[in-house]
Nanobody, 120 residues
């Protein structure tokens, strides 16, 4: 069964940057060939989709992160990334990766996520 592993979170001051990584364990699973997304769940709120990348490399972003976050994929490393710049306190959340919920594919089991905390 596929297992998603997110990493790269941490504590950063407002205006700072972080790069999150996502990989899928299991020999037949890879983030390369699927439409993937980064999600986040702020404290006390529901999980939301913030960025997506199609199997062909097209990207989309939530308005709240557009111009600040960049989703990308390194096929050789079978890893997906979320570069987060100009971070704001409202970006504080646990960040997860998974299949794009707007695609035709079933979601995979959620990983443990990675905590991002932005101090003001």
């Amino acid at each position: 069964q596929v297992q998603l592993v997110e990493s790269g979170g941490g504590l950063v001051q407002a205006g700072g940057s972080l790069r999150l990584s996502c990989a899928a364990s299991g020999s037949i699973f890879s983030v390369n060939a699927w439409p993937m997304g980064w999600y986040r769940q702020p404290p006390g709120k529901q999980r939301e989709l913030v960025a997506t990348i199609s199997s062909g490399g097209s990207t989309n972003y939530a308005d709240s992160v557009k111009g600040r976050f960049t989703i990308s994929r390194d096929n050789a490393k079978k890893t997906m990334y979320l570069q987060m710049n100009s971070l704001k306190p409202e970006d504080t959340a646990v960040y997860y990766c998974n299949i794009d919920l707007n695609s035709d594919y079933n979601m995979w089991p959620w990983g443990q996520g990675t905590q991002v905390t932005v101090s003001s």
